[in-house]
């Protein structure tokens, strides 16, 4: 537009042609309209200077004719057709092809276009406008092939294509603009058949999406050899996320399986799985229901580089869930736990760290794989005894016994805490990750984990209330009563709301003041007690969509209490711990016997008055050990199980009993979380057994052996840390092996590296190593330098005692 054409008057007459003109236009419709142009006009300045009007009569378009050359303003006079019309309503060059005939017949001047958008094409401008904003750009390229494929195969391009006609002289300009414009064959050969049958291109497409990875029959029994050399030629990264067109999803799953079946029980070893995992697309529930029933089928010992490698690959399939994938951790045997000698006795601090470091990660697995251990049985027998020998003294240790756990709520410094307490009904150590996932995911940070013994027998009776009140006592009462109760002695008279399920937390009003909230969440007792696998389920999946839905309510009243963030505190305790049964470990007996002795299928104890303890058969006495309580007075006897011995009628109980005296049924989880990240300390470290130069005092090592580096690394926090792993960043070296550890609170523990220094450590000055260790869930990195000197064992000085 000239300098000349910015100051007059544009008045243009359309008739009935613009339904929607550009927004600088004036449109005259009516007599008003007319008098508001005119008005405009006589303004002059910038008002009236280069004022666009659109007329749609022709008396009105006369008169402004007449008015404009009465006031002497430039101006110029035009009818519009229908072409004009469209490209001063779009803003472009409308091209040569297109007849008026076409614009009104399929109605172009109706399409409500942004005209104020940046200049572009007419092609352009329709294609964005009816197909979306990937037919923007100037090239195709992988990124935005599954974006065009997608406009252009959806219903809504079906139907703008089947309304506008003309899109398909554009789709074919825009087709050969992208394939004159690249110089990749692949883009070429797309643009030369894209415009033709896009549905044909998405289905040979979504084949090559997800077949490209097999061996190359199972495409070309489902293409022609010339679109598989078409396929071929497009970068697998191009349709990495295509969606999958329906007759290719079906043609895809035939294949898939035909091969499964052809193979499985060819896998027999790591490298040959692995390469199977290695063909999957990642993308079918099928392919995952395939790999992870061979690593199930126990015909080879899965490695975790193995399930590692399944969990990468189907991480974003549909229908597979982050607890299905971290359920296959359960395939991979763990390390034998330690056997207890017959002369060796293990304290509880030791009993709890063999728990919850080795065998109950074993024993899970155990019950995953239905897998008996004879051996390991008479370690948890041993357990058995030594904590009814044990019982009394463990239970007068406050930092033992679970009825000593709520005594944290009365130290000094929480008067003004809105403690939230979350009493967990039956929480057993293998699920308790399930929960602090939760928890975190919600916003909260663990600042405390610790382990303490349940009552015996271990169920809600017998635990529950004596955990509540912090006392020993029988009378089972009224768990709100009992709070009320212990806030008055123990709790400086805070006030407290007792809960009963999760709605009960989310319908309750936030306390304004200080107060102890405990939620008595018994829903995941009942599903353990349930049959979940027969539901084509897991407990995992179904408890991780409990605990989730308490994370959420628990913040929503963290988030809405009006106190500082710093102090509300989330305790989360339960009552005992729960086990799963195998066959081989299972007891029958007279059905008679049974029923009258174990009433209860979810338990596996038995409790008799003590005039009738004779009437219990002596070889049911050899499965177990008699107890009495010693804390409160109670006529009662029970019969206790040894380990995992069950006595059961056939077929009943399929989920998790408790009320014996494994491991996993009496050690069990307290933590603590709040808003607020804690504040960890650093560990301290040291090096062992360093050879020393006499004139500067660095250690000294040798290249081109193998040597034994000792780390002793203290821990002053007051929950464990674990090493993870360590590594020698400086100079390289070959780590041969690396012992990683646990370092209890308060304690040291030794991480021991076997290194070999290549040859070009020769001359440095320092090694460098990087141990990473998590504590309370979050990781951390510990850099360690020590001043050093690196020789060759080959130079004057070498002693043999060095080696």
């Known amino acids: 537009m000239t300098v000349e054409d910015k100051k007059q008057v544009t008045v243009s007459y359309i008739g009935d042609l613009a339904h929607t003109p550009p927004d600088d236009v004036l449109l005259v419709e009516r007599d008003e309209d007319y008098v508001r142009a005119c008005q405009k006009v006589s303004l002059g300045g910038s008002s009236g200077a280069g004022l666009k009007v659109w007329v749609r009569s022709k008396n009105h378009f006369a008169w402004l004719r007449n008015f404009i050359d009465q006031i002497d303003c430039p101006s110029s006079f035009k009818e519009m057709t229908a072409r004009l019309v469209l490209a001063e309503q779009w803003n472009v060059r409308v091209p040569d092809w297109l007849t008026d005939a076409e614009v009104l017949e399929q109605n172009l001047l109706e399409i409500k276009v942004d005209s104020q958008k940046e200049q572009t094409s007419f092609t352009n401008r329709l294609l964005i406008e009816l197909l979306g904003p990937v037919f923007q750009s100037d090239v195709l390229n992988t990124t935005d092939l599954v974006d065009v494929i997608k406009a252009l195969t959806s219903d809504d391009a079906k139907a703008a294509f089947k309304q506008y006609p003309v899109l398909y002289r554009c789709l074919e300009t825009k087709c050969e603009r992208w394939a004159g414009g690249s110089k990749e064959t692949w883009v070429k050969d797309i643009c030369n058949r894209l415009n033709e049958n896009a549905d044909e291109i998405w289905q040979w497409l979504s084949l090559w999406a997800c077949l490209h990875g097999?061996?190359?029959?199972?495409?070309?029994?489902?293409?022609?050899?010339?679109?598989?050399?078409?396929?071929?030629?497009?970068?697998?990264?191009?349709?990495?996320?295509?969606?999958?067109?329906?007759?290719?999803?079906?043609?895809?799953?035939?294949?898939?399986?035909?091969?499964?079946?052809?193979?499985?029980?060819?896998?027999?070893?790591?490298?040959?799985?692995?390469?199977?995992?290695?063909?999957?697309?990642?993308?079918?529930?099928?392919?995952?229901?395939?790999?992870?029933?061979?690593?199930?089928?126990?015909?080879?010992?899965?490695t975790k580089e193995d399930v590692q490698k399944v969990q990468a690959k189907f991480r974003s399939c549909p229908g597979v869930s982050e607890n299905k994938l971290n359920s296959l951790r359960y395939c991979v045997m763990p390390t034998r736990p330690t056997q207890l000698g017959p002369e060796e006795e293990w304290s509880s601090i030791e009993w709890i760290r063999w728990t919850t470091e080795e065998y109950a990660p074993y024993r899970n697995w155990q019950v995953q794989n239905c897998h008996y251990d004879e051996e390991l049985e008479k370690t948890v027998a041993r357990f058995s005894e030594w904590f009814i020998e044990e019982y009394a003294s463990i239970h007068k240790d406050s930092n033992l016994s679970l009825i000593h756990c709520l005594r944290i709520l009365s130290s000094s410094g929480l008067e003004g805490e809105l403690s939230i307490i979350l009493l967990v009904d039956c929480l057993p150590l293998t699920f308790v990750s399930l929960l602090d996932d939760a928890l975190r995911n919600a916003g909260f940070s663990r600042h405390d984990l610790h382990y303490r013994f349940a009552a015996l027998p271990t169920i809600t009776e017998y635990n529950k209330p004596v955990l509540l009140s912090g006392e020993w006592q029988t009378d089972v009462g009224n768990y709100e009563a009992i709070l009320k109760s212990r806030a008055k002695a123990d709790w400086n008279n805070k006030q407290v709301v007792y809960l009963n399920n999760l709605k009960a937390m989310s319908e309750m009003a936030v306390p304004q003041e200080a107060a102890i909230v405990l939620l008595n969440f018994v829903d995941g007792d009942e599903l353990l007690h349930s049959d979940v696998e027969s539901k084509n389920s897991t407990y995992d999946e179904e408890l991780y969509r409990y605990f989730v839905r308490m994370a959420e309510s628990v913040n929503r009243l963290a988030n809405n209490w009006t106190g500082p963030r710093e102090h509300i505190g989330i305790y989360v305790i339960t009552d005992h711990g729960a086990c799963r049964i195998l066959e081989e470990e299972k007891r029958s007996f007279d059905s008679t016997v049974v029923n009258k002795l174990f009433p209860d299928e979810k338990f596996r104890f038995a409790a008799v008055d003590e005039k009738q303890v004779d009437e219990i058969p002596a070889n049911l006495w050899a499965l177990g050990h008699r107890f009495k309580q010693p804390f409160v007075p109670d006529n009662k006897i029970f019969f206790l199980p040894k380990g995992h011995n069950t006595v059961r009628l056939s077929g009943r109980a399929k989920g998790y009993l408790h009320g014996g005296v494994t491991p996993e049924e009496v050690i069990v989880p307290t933590a603590m979380y709040k808003l607020i990240k804690a504040s960890w300390k650093t560990p301290e470290t040291r090096f062992l057994n360093l050879d020393s130069v006499k004139e500067t005092g660095r250690a000294k090592f040798y290249i081109q052996r193998v040597v034994t580096l000792k780390v002793e690394i203290q821990n002053p926090n007051t929950v464990d840390i674990r090493i993870l792993r360590a590594s020698v960043t400086s100079p390289e070296t070959d780590l041969k092996s690396c012992e990683v550890a646990v370092i209890p609170a308060g304690s040291v523990n030794i991480l021991q590296m076997s290194c070999y220094f290549k040859k070009s450590a020769s001359g440095e000055k320092s090694l460098e190593l990087g141990i990473v260790y998590e504590i309370s869930g979050e990781q951390h990195t510990l850099p360690l330098t020590l001043e050093c000197e690196f020789k060759s064992a080959m130079a004057g000085g070498f002693n043999l005692r060095d080696l």
């Open 214 to 302: 097999y061996p190359e029959k199972l495409l070309e029994y489902v293409l022609a050899p010339e679109q598989v050399l078409f396929v071929r030629k497009v970068p697998a990264e191009a349709v990495y996320d295509l969606p999958l067109e329906p007759t290719a999803r079906e043609q895809i799953l035939t294949q898939v399986e035909l091969l499964f079946e052809e193979i499985r029980k060819q896998v027999t070893s790591s490298d040959e799985f692995q390469k199977v995992v290695g063909w999957t697309s990642g993308r079918l529930f099928q392919e995952y229901h395939f790999v992870s029933g061979v690593l199930k089928g126990k015909l080879f010992s899965p």
